[in-house]
């Protein structure tokens, strides 16, 4: 994911002067970062017979050139005088939500973004930790006071009202906003992501396990009932819905379990009104699994650790070292917390969209409003192996998993994916190339006509 660059450039310069008495050519190449000094001017006379004078001068910034001057009475004077101009790099700037670096979700993937930003556009990064919300607007404003950032970025909606008023204050200032959604700043860019695509992507793979495992149901968990997590809600109800049928298509018959449930009770899902208590999370994943579901997803940020708790404790209860029952991430690869019983994560690709956004702003395409991102410009992701050992080296980097413990982790998540059927792996990502391709459109749900109208479909 990340890529290297170092500039180089090279500026060469033929002077040809009439008479056939005088050729000279200059050419110097290089850049690096750092400092550079200048050779002292080297001088070289000629005596001839006419008069010819030239000046040429070339200038640019951030590479060393020749400046060759010719002055010619009867006497050619070259002098060459290296000359370097090193301007400032221009900045991309990062303010993190509480806790910065080492969260293995969204400002781990804010930082991997900026930082690949940084190195193919040939910018400095900097990073502004947020420990408190009180720190938002401060952080804000000390990078929009500096000047000569191309773009500032705010990881997470919480931010929200320190963006809005620090963009006030820097009509000039680019700033991008993660999950901020700013319609009037018309130096705003809010980076959005299509959940409901992901929530399909998952609830296939839940239900095709629900297949294999010959259960009845599978389960969410959801926090406070707000608009934005009905997306979540029906996307993952028509991916279960599709599975269901894409394996009656693939194996000609119903799906064991789960296909003998009506359609409308094979999600089983509570809203527990938190977005902040785990043990909400732990009971409705405990009474869901008690209930038949093989899998919970979690929708509702921290109440997932007590889904992914519940899970290993009654997977361990049966003797078991790896699910089912299962727990299912969200927005970032939580595979690792408890590794060999989340089955998989919904990612929104937070790094994508900083880097498309960095990219607006360096080429001069940026301007206001809503990017959505979807499947198909990497913005919304299901979980690979790839994405948990980026994130598992972050960890390491930031303290937050023990050198230690990474190989352990991974072999342990690694090892609970090859234990299912291939074909599971299989349909999921069908699935997801049709979502690419346009050829399935998952339902969107985001207003009250909107929720009642799936709901009467999909249960």
């Not at 005088?81 to 670096?101: A, C, E, F, M, S």
Request: net charge negative.
């Amino acid at each position: 994911m990340k890529r290297n660059r170092y500039v180089s450039s090279a500026v060469s310069n033929t002077i040809a002067a009439a008479l056939g008495v005088l050729i000279i050519v200059a050419a110097v190449g290089g850049y690096y970062a750092g400092t550079l000094t200048a050779p002292p001017p080297e001088t070289v006379t000629t005596v001839v017979s006419s008069t010819v004078v030239q000046t040429k001068t070339v200038t640019q910034t951030g590479t060393v050139v020749t400046t060759t001057a010719i002055t010619q009475t009867g006497t050619v004077t070259q002098t060459q005088v290296t000359t370097i101009t090193t301007g400032p790099k221009k900045k991309i700037g990062l303010v993190t939500d509480i806790g910065g670096r080492g969260d293995l979700s969204f400002n781990d993937m804010g930082f991997l973004g900026s930082d690949m930003a940084a190195k193919d556009f040939n910018l400095d990064l900097i990073e502004l930790i947020s420990t408190t919300e009180a720190d938002y607007r401060p952080n804000l404003r000390t990078l929009a006071k500096r000047g000569d950032c191309v773009l500032i970025v705010a990881v997470g909606f919480l931010l929200t009202d320190a963006l809005n008023e620090t963009a006030t204050e820097f009509p000039e200032q680019k700033f991008a906003g993660i999950d901020i959604y700013i319609g009037n700043q018309p130096n705003v860019l809010g980076i959005g992501f299509e959940e409901h695509k992901g929530s399909a992507m998952v609830g296939a793979v839940a239900a095709l396990l629900a297949a294999h495992y010959n259960k009845p149901h599978v389960g969410m968990a959801l926090g406070i009932e707000i608009p934005v997590l009905w997306k979540f809600e029906i996307g993952y109800k028509f991916g279960v819905d599709w599975a269901v049928k894409w394996y009656e298509q693939k194996f000609g018959k119903p799906a064991p379990g789960i296909a003998a449930t009506p359609a409308k009770e094979r999600v089983l899902w509570t809203y527990t009104g938190t977005f902040s208590d785990p043990i909400k999370g732990y009971e409705a994943a405990k009474t869901q699994f008690a209930q038949g579901a093989v899998a919970c997803y979690n929708v509702g940020g921290p109440i997932g650790l007590g889904i992914f708790q519940a899970a290993e404790e009654i997977g361990k209860a049966e003797g078991k070292t790896m699910g089912p029952p299962f727990g299912i991430g969200v927005d970032a690869d939580q595979d690792w917390v408890r590794p060999g019983w989340i089955i998989t994560s919904m990612m929104k690709r937070v790094d994508t969209g900083v880097y498309v956004a960095a990219k607006m702003a360096v080429e001069g395409t940026f301007k206001g409003g809503i990017l959505m991102l979807g499947p198909k410009e990497n913005g919304i992701a299901m979980s690979t192996l790839e994405d948990m050992d980026t994130f598992l080296t972050l960890g390491v980097q930031a303290g937050t998993v023990k050198a230690e413990d990474r190989d352990k982790i991974f072999n342990a998540v690694k090892a609970m994916r090859d234990a299912q059927p291939a074909w599971i792996w299989e349909g999921a990502q069908e699935l997801i190339n049709l979502i690419k391709t346009g050829q399935i459109e998952v339902p969107l749900a985001f207003t009250a006509e909107d929720i009642a109208k799936y709901r009467a479909i999909y249960g």
